[in-house]
């Protein structure tokens, strides 16, 4: 399944087509010289209808301030938590601004706000689409992220073979999440791309997010999700006595869920 998240979410922090890394649950410590942090980048840099306020001076001036997300933690704790919450800590201003400069990029103090929101709204979205996929299956606990990985030069197959059929552009970034359910360890893909730039419209970032094909239970579920999104909504009543994936998600992030038959579009609340 794919989302869509508007740049204009660069315009308040959150507290918790061609389709087109920085801490929690992205370490930016492992990422790539591209990715995600690139990009975010570019958005800060071009965003429409977006105006930062901030600080222009060195990072002794950035907020400090650091944001619990939404996503659950396994039992690892790595040494960029606290430890003190039983959810994923988004990185401050402060320490995402000096994780950039560490890999060689030159972020501007007042761009900050903007990219660690942008990070954070990328990164609940794509645990809102995890969550879709597992309501397939009634874990007798919450599922948790256990463990994550950027491949920005790791293009997925999915990803080539779009890309070969000349239907896609290839992704800026790669990121493996491991969830946790029930003690069983799921694997997912989530591909990022750039959306195209149209006039008057913040940049988009689109998730790709699907569970890896390491199972036959993955298969099935990319199987059962295609049934549920193509065939059932062609059904009476819109397949509704048959159940609709998604139906049993957790809360969701806060914004405004905009869900059709293939693409689910997010549009982040502006403060």
């Not at 400090?64 to 994923?88: C, F, M, N, Y």
């Not at 293009?155 to 359910?181: C, E, M, N, Q, T």
Request: hydrophobic share 35%; glycine share 8%; net charge positive.
């Amino acid at each position: 399944m794919t989302a869509d998240v508007n740049a204009a979410a660069a315009a308040c922090p959150h507290p918790p087509r061609k389709a087109p890394p920085a801490g929690c649950p992205v370490d930016l410590s492992k990422a790539g010289d591209g990715g995600l942090s690139a990009e975010m980048m570019r958005v800060a840099t071009h965003a429409s209808g977006v105006t930062v306020q901030g600080s222009t001076g060195g990072p002794a001036k950035l907020s400090r301030a650091r944001v619990v997300s939404s996503i659950p933690k396994g039992e690892l704790t790595p040494a960029h938590q606290t430890g003190a919450e039983d959810k994923w800590e988004y990185p401050s201003e402060e320490m995402y601004f000096k994780a950039m400069k560490r890999k060689g990029w030159a972020p501007q103090a007042q761009q900050m706000k903007t990219i660690v929101a942008i990070h954070n709204t990328v990164n609940e979205q794509s645990w809102q689409e995890v969550l879709r996929w597992e309501s397939f299956h009634a874990a007798a606990q919450p599922v948790k992220l256990k463990q994550f990985l950027g491949k920005p030069t790791e293009f997925s197959p999915k990803a080539r073979l779009l890309h070969a059929l000349g239907w896609s552009v290839l992704p800026f970034d790669r990121h493996d999440w491991i969830v946790d359910r029930d003690g069983k360890d799921v694997r997912y893909v989530i591909d990022f791309y750039s959306g195209q730039p149209e006039p008057g419209r913040p940049l988009s970032v689109y998730l790709d997010v699907r569970p890896a094909l390491d199972s036959l239970e993955s298969v099935v579920d990319r199987v059962r999700w295609q049934l549920h999104e193509k065939v059932l909504p062609l059904l009476p009543f819109g397949g509704a006595f048959f159940g609709r994936a998604g139906d049993r998600t957790q809360t969701p992030v806060e914004a405004k869920d905009e869900q059709s038959a293939t693409h689910s579009k997010v549009t982040p609340k502006t403060s």
